[in-house]
Nanobody
């Protein structure tokens, strides 16, 4: 699976962004997808994940109520709608795919990773 993340950029605190991750190379509809982030000097962290049907989702406590993950299997794309952004959301965001249909909050559970897209939130 090849993953291409996009949608990052510079936004003011309180603003919003929508990240996209386009997948290719294998059947997308039966794999779970996740978003992770890594801020400078910090370890990679789980952000959100979605099951293969889109019915099951998981969020880090820090983004609950602000971020929404979704997927369009017809377009082989997963999205992360990021609202009410905070300066501490600044990081490189990576999408990932796992060869299982259910969600996982551990990065080690994912088999494929995109190249990352930078989100910078100014305060």
């Amino acid at each position: 699976v090849q993953l291409q993340a996009s949608g990052g950029g510079l936004v003011q605190a309180g603003g919003c962004l929508r990240l996209s991750c386009a997948a290719s190379g294998r059947t997308f509809s039966n794999v779970a997808m996740g978003w992770f982030c890594q801020a400078p000097g910090k370890e990679r962290e789980f952000v959100s994940a979605i099951g293969w049907r889109g019915r099951t989702t998981s969020y880090a406590d820090s983004v609950k109520g602000r971020f929404t993950i979704s997927r369009d299997n017809a377009k082989n794309t997963v999205y992360l709608q990021m609202n009410s952004l905070k300066a501490e959301d600044t990081a490189v965001y990576y999408c990932a795919a796992r060869s299982k249909p259910w969600v996982d909050e551990l990065g080690s559970g994912y088999d494929y990773w995109g190249q990352g897209t930078l989100v910078t939130v100014s305060s």
